[in-house]
């Protein structure tokens, strides 16, 4: 089933337990496939909120994800569409580089179960203890089991595992209210069951320990608090927290508890309970003091990142927990390349919440990447011993002695500790503090991954703003009026500040500080790529100019990293492979892999794919200017060799999985010194679909620097995208190769890229085919060579035939099989035998027709070429409709149309062809629902192809074969199903 329009705006999505989804009515919506649920889920768990396509592709794929790792996320989001009824995408939103799922509190039970443990609190503060229960347990009858249960995602269980915290720590409040009710037994019988299965959870022992000594079971309390410490000695090496050490000497003691304890501080709205006092040191070496707020001024005008603030919000550490709060520090690492932004969002996240540290926020620059020395953990912990109240002649010396007694202090205490601007985990780890309740945010340019494996961190990366954030930020700067004055303007502006911040505000200020700078006046300067860094920077101050910003990390960069940095600003594409870039700065791929890794933890490059990497374009800007400045023209060209030599070479490998049987101008091109093989054919049209873009840029890249050579061997290499329809492409990178063909003086070379764009021109029906063909014909048989008048001849023929010129592509084409027996493997016979089956179709002669189709489908089979078979086949199927013959027709389609569904490439000459044969004989036959399924599903490939032409042609069929009543809406209007 499917959500119908009225169920779409009322189904539910729950989370809580094995991800379901319901309509209205309470039965199931059901989930296609796990991939599509695991996509689905990865949106739920940010709800609201902008998921990147990476993140998206990490919780898709449970292994290495496959080159058109994208191009499956996108179609399984079309899938999740119209299960949901969401035609018009106002469900699942695409944004520039991801997705959205926009759902309401009342439509997905996590958001449900937030909401009510906020009023629960809420009531809780204002006293109403019981109402605060009430309120918890329902919010914790939403679970049905642990979150997103049976997903099998490893990406997935940081989301889950999130969730989980926010249950147990719901489980511990209610627990809690209700022994301040004087609930003790019943407190008694619902911990007992679970505590078991949270061993290491001191929260949860402390709310049992507590119910058992006050239900007179002192025995058994005592057991359980060493039933805990040996647990936490085994698993951990540590003991239980000071609270629970204290509950535990209370009750040795015999020391009463009172039936209800105070009621919490008002101040503290994460819950009732009180706050451990700091512990007084025996050495009195503490003086009162208020508590510290050190944080920096926030920005004034601080736009977006709504998601990582909500991240943020959901690491806030449970407060008010008289025993201790928690089982750790909550520790939460800010990471992104320099002047995104992350100082910003820390400060401003920090002077949000700071009120839930009643005792206190600490701040320190730890001056990692920027102008002089950083900061040691020993200068760090003497300002913060004294801000604690330690008099500065009474800091010990010695880093372990301070971080000590540092650790000593913040014991009992709940504050918020800001670590900007770190450079490494080592650095960090002195200053964290020992006992639960704090929490520490850190920022830096480094992944931090150390801290993340050995002190469990909740990692954060901050990257660039999404478009709408960046204009916001803009037009908050310069104002809406001149914003409005000129947004084509502001929209270049987003652009070619990369949507980096400190550019963005660099840019923007300037022109609200200088009226007479207008942003276009902005906007020419950034075009010129050689001053674009020039016009980002302020003034003389260094924190404002994006070149020293980013110096500051590549400063830190080891020899061999920093090469391969500025060697990445000489490649022509998007992004790029670890072989490509190994190629590009002649290094083993093993070694660059490493490279890559630590110059992404640096955020000077972004992964966005396993083992592919991007610069944003002001870093491509950086890299590119270092590499001009640092390295010699010498180094640029043997880089640029190198990387074009390992594209051609890795190409033609590919090209020759995808198309074994065909015959090609460059039989040998020259082997880097660390080929890339590819598997099999379905690993080399991944590879060959992945690095589409690359491969178009860099043959223009050739022509540009006059590498010749290059650019006629990899025009071709580039016959996929035939296959893949990317006729635009084929155009283009003909026309240019063009250039180098003719520089070359081989009149070969200049026919097979003649050859090339008058396909490709010919398919798109544009008149300029005819000459390009006939031009590479004449070439052909100048130079003598057979494959390339053979190619011509059947192009020719092609277009002649779809001129209506008949006679002459008979002609074309029979001179094409006269060449081609004989000729190879049979390939270009095969051809030439289905174009002539064709044509006879056309003209009506039905058993030439099924005559020269059935040789062709053997030769095909023969070869191995199912795409070709299909083809022919369908053929075959036209000649018997033309006898009348439709059984027989129709057992020729439908073998087409199983061999058309293997094909990799387009299927609007593979398997929509085959499809529309089919639909005529079923249709003729009777068959009239399996027609138009047929009809319309080759409708749907020639619209996906914007070969709309053919696509209305098709329904006007449906039209005829379909009563009126029972045309869907689109049918009616002669318009293709949406993509």
């Given at each position: ?6 169920e ?29 649920q695991?996509?689905?889920a990865?949106?739920?768990?940010a ?8 993140r ?17 996320v ?11 009824n ?13 997705y ?8 997905l039970d ?9 009023d ?6 204002e ?19 642990p ?7 490893a990406?997935?269980?940081g ?18 209210w209700?022994?301040?009710l004087g609930?003790?037994q019943?407190?008694?019988?619902e ?5 078991p ?7 949860l ?7 058992l000594?006050r ?9 359980a ?5 040996t ?12 609270g629970?050490q ?8 015999g ?16 819950g ?14 503490t003086?009162?003091?208020?508590a ?32 201790g ?21 820390a ?27 950083p ?28 971080a000590?007694?540092?650790?000593t ?16 985990a080592?650095?960090?780890?002195p200053?964290l ?16 991954s ?6 469990a ?23 809406p ?5 000129d ?9 070619l ?10 840019a ?21 790529e ?10 003389q ?21 920093a ?28 070694e ?29 800007a950086?890299?590119?200017e ?29 090209d020759r999985?995808?198309y074994p049987t065909?015959?090609?101008l460059?039989?040998?091109?020259a082997?880097?010194?660390?080929p890339?093989?590819?598997?099999d ?9 992945t690095?589409r873009t690359?491969?178009?840029v ?35 990178t ?14 070969d ?18 008149p ?13 048989q ?11 001849r059947?192009?020719l ?6 001129q209506?010129r008949?006679?002459?592509a008979?002609?074309h084409?029979e001179?094409a ?5 004989g000729?190879?493997p ?30 062709s489908?053997?030769l ?36 087409a149309v ?17 499809l ?6 079923l ?35 449906i ?15 002669g ?5």
């Amino acid at each position: 089933m499917t959500v119908s329009e009225e169920e779409a705006a009322r189904v539910e999505f729950q989370v809580l337990g094995p991800l379901q989804v319901r309509a209205d009515d309470g039965s199931r919506v059901p989930l296609p496939g796990a991939r599509r649920q695991r996509l689905l889920a990865g949106l739920l768990t940010a709800a609201n909120s902008l998921v990147p396509m990476g993140r998206l592709i990490e919780a898709v794929f449970e292994d290495e994800p496959p080159g058109t790792a994208v191009k499956q996320v996108q179609n399984s989001v079309s899938v999740l569409r119209e299960r949901l009824n969401d035609s018009e995408r106002r469900l699942i939103v695409t944004e520039e580089s991801g997705y959205r799922i926009c759902v309401r509190e009342n439509e997905l039970d996590s958001l449900q179960f937030t909401t009510r443990l906020a009023d629960s609190r809420r009531h809780a503060a204002e006293g109403g203890l019981e109402r605060a229960i009430s309120v918890i347990r329902s919010a914790l009858d939403l679970w049905r089991g642990p979150a997103l249960d049976g997903l099998g995602s490893a990406s997935l269980s940081g989301p889950a595992a999130r969730l989980e915290e926010q249950r147990l720590g719901a489980l511990e409040l209610c627990a809690r209210w209700r022994l301040e009710l004087g609930q003790h037994q019943e407190v008694v019988d619902e911990l007992s069951d679970l505590v078991p299965s949270h061993p290491l959870r001191e929260g949860l022992h402390a709310q049992l320990i507590t119910a058992l000594d006050r239900c007179g079971r002192r025995a058994e309390a005592l057991h359980a608090f060493h039933r805990l410490s040996t647990s936490l000695v085994q698993e951990l090496g540590v003991g239980p927290g000071a609270g629970l050490q204290r509950l535990h000497e209370q009750i040795l003691t015999g020391h009463p508890h009172p039936s209800r304890p105070p009621h919490p501080r008002q101040h503290d709205d994460t819950g009732p309970g009180t706050t451990l006092p700091a512990p007084q040191l025996r050495s009195a070496t503490t003086a009162p003091a208020a508590a510290p707020r050190q944080l920096p001024h926030a920005i004034r005008d601080f736009t977006g990142r709504t998601d990582h603030l909500t991240a943020l919000d959901a690491l806030l550490p449970p407060g008010g927990d008289e025993l201790g709060s928690g089982q750790a520090v909550v520790i939460s690492a800010l990471d992104g390349s320099g002047g995104v932004g992350k100082t910003t969002l820390a400060v401003h996240w920090a002077h949000r919440v700071q009120h839930r540290f009643p005792d206190g926020t600490l701040h320190t620059d730890l001056r990692g990447y920027g102008p002089g020395r950083p900061a040691t953990p020993a200068e760090v912990l003497d300002d913060f011993l004294v801000a604690l109240g330690v008099p500065p002649a009474a800091v010990p010396a010695g880093t372990g002695a301070r971080a000590g007694l540092y650790r000593t202090l913040l014991t009992g205490r709940r504050m918020l500790i800001v670590l900007d601007n770190a450079n490494s985990a080592e650095q960090v780890r002195p200053l964290l503090p020992g006992a639960p309740g704090c929490m520490v945010l850190v920022t830096s340019r480094d992944s931090l991954s150390g801290l993340v494996v050995t002190e469990a961190a909740h990692r954060l990366t901050v990257d660039v703003l999404s478009r709408s954030e960046a204009t916001a930020l803009v037009v908050g700067i310069i104002g809406p009026h001149r914003a409005a004055a000129d947004s084509a303007a502001v929209d270049d502006l987003v652009r070619l500040c990369a949507r980096l911040p400190l550019a963005l505000r660099i840019a923007a200020g300037r022109s609200a500080a200088h009226p007479g700078i207008t942003v276009a006046d902005i906007v020419a300067e950034l075009t010129n790529e050689d001053f674009a860094l020039d016009a980002l920077s302020r003034n003389q101050d260094p924190r404002a100019a994006v070149r020293t910003v980013f110096a500051w990390s590549y400063d830190q960069l080891t020899s061999p990293q920093a090469h391969l940095f500025r060697h990445l600003g000489l490649h022509p594409g998007p992004d790029i492979s670890t072989p490509a870039a190994a190629a590009l700065a002649h290094l083993a791929p093993r070694e660059a892999r490493s490279l890559l890794s630590a110059l992404a933890d640096a955020h000077l490059i972004e992964p966005v794919a396993h083992d592919r990497y991007r610069f944003h374009d002001l870093l491509r800007a950086y890299a590119a200017e270092l590499t001009h400045r640092r390295d010699t023209e010498q180094d640029h060209q043997r880089a640029r060799e190198a990387v074009l030599t390992w594209y051609t070479h890795t190409a033609h490998t590919a090209d020759r999985q995808v198309y074994p049987t065909c015959t090609r101008l460059t039989t040998n091109p020259a082997t880097p010194p660390h080929p890339h093989p590819h598997a099999d054919r379905a690993r080399a049209w991944d590879w060959l679909s992945t690095e589409r873009t690359n491969l178009v840029v860099a043959l223009h890249h050739a022509v540009d620097h006059r590498l010749d050579h290059h650019a006629v061997q990899l025009i071709d290499a580039l016959g996929f995208l035939v296959l893949a329809g990317a006729w635009e492409d084929r155009i283009t990178t003909a026309t240019a190769a063009l250039e180098a063909a003719r520089r070359t003086g081989a009149p070969d070379h200049e026919a097979n890229v003649l050859l090339a764009r008058g396909e490709a021109l010919a398919h798109l029906r544009r008149p300029e085919a005819e000459p390009d063909l006939t031009r590479a014909a004449a070439l052909a048989q100048d130079t003598g060579n057979i494959h390339l008048q053979i190619a011509a001849r059947t192009e020719l023929g092609q277009v002649t035939r779809r001129q209506n010129r008949l006679l002459e592509a008979l002609r074309h084409f029979e001179d094409a099989l006269t060449l081609g027996r004989g000729f190879g493997p049979g390939r270009w016979e095969a051809v030439a035998e289905g174009n002539l089956a064709d044509l006879h179709a056309d003209l009506g002669n039905h058993q030439q027709a099924i005559e020269h189709g059935t040789r062709s489908a053997e030769l095909r089979h023969a070869i191995g070429d199912t795409d070709g078979e299909a083809c022919a086949l369908a053929t075959v199927a036209r000649g018997w409709q033309g006898t009348g013959d439709h059984r027989t027709a129709l057992s020729h389609a439908r073998r087409a149309v199983q061999l058309g569904r293997t094909s990799i490439g387009s299927h609007d000459e593979t398997l929509a062809p085959p499809l529309t044969v089919l639909a005529t004989s079923l249709h003729r036959l009777g068959h009239v629902t399996e027609a138009v399924a047929s009809w319309r599903e080759a409708a749907q490939i020639y619209t996906e192809r914007g070969m709309d032409a053919d696509a209305d042609a098709i329904h006007q069929h449906i039209r005829t074969a379909t009563p009126p009543q029972q045309q869907p809406a689109n049918a009616k209007a002669g318009a293709g199903p949406a993509p």
